[in-house]
């Protein structure tokens, strides 16, 4: 019966210094989470992203793990939490700082152009941009004027001047639908079901190529072709000398 007893409260003390221990990096967790600041989960950068992660590790673990001490914990939670302020600090001290820990806005597209060295640098393929234009309400890329990608992983588009005009319904006309722009060649390789999809074929789009002066398939990055039935050509490594005062 003693045992029983003596087991009893031992279960209670485990269960009441968990709690304790449960509390205390709650609440040290709510502290540092207020100090280091408000973001939202889109403007967290990966560092920020592993030290949240860090962060809420070293909680869990002080919560449940009886070889760490509070002492303990707590140290490792500040310390991780005081390197996102240190290099805050750093970064809103000094430009070169800046440009070292958060970069620089990418150009992605300029002028209806895929700047390719760009694109690879931010390991992101032609599809991935595609989606993200399309995310933008844009469907053809030759209506990009600047498509940036920006330091937190998202991406900015400004349309050019004539697509930025007011629309019909601020002119009270009625227009021809556009419909979607279909991509007909990405990476050097035709997309022969989106070719049979615009009622052409192979033949028609050589010829439209040799038009623009591309003497073969594997020398486009991306072809796309409007309801319009303009093609547009971007060519791999050729891209156009890149704005570059994006500081």
Known sequence: MEMI???????????GYTAVKS???????????RIMGKKQISQLTFF???????????????????????????????IWAAFPLILYY??????????LLDGNSAILIQNGKIIEKNLTRAKLTVNDLLEELRI???????DVEFALLETNGKVSVLKKTAKQTVTNAD??????????????????RIMKKNLAL???????????????????????????????????VDLKNQDPPVFSALQ
Not at 54 to 62: M, Q
Not at 171 to 188: P, R
Not at 218 to 230: I, K, P, Q, T, Y
């Open 5 to 15: 007893e003596t087991r009893g409260d031992f279960m209670l003390s485990e269960i």
């Open 23 to 33: 509390t205390t990096a709650a609440i040290v967790l709510f502290i540092l989470a």
């Open 48 to 78: 920020d992203y592993v030290v949240g992660i860090s962060i809420g590790s070293i909680a869990a673990a002080l919560s449940v793990d009886p070889r760490i001490s509070f002492a303990q914990g707590i140290t490792g939670m500040v």
């Open 90 to 99: 750093a970064s809103s001290k000094s430009i070169l700082a800046r440009r």
């Open 136 to 142: 933008k309400d844009v469907f053809n890329i030759a």
């Open 171 to 188: 002119l009270k006309i009625q227009a021809e639908q556009q419909g979607l722009c279909a991509n007909l060649i990405i990476d050097g």
């Open 198 to 232: 615009l009622g052409k074929d192979e033949t028609w789009l050589l010829k439209e190529l040799k038009k623009q002066k591309v003497d073969t398939v594997r020398d486009v990055l991306l072809a796309s072709c409007g309801a319009n039935g303009v093609l547009h």
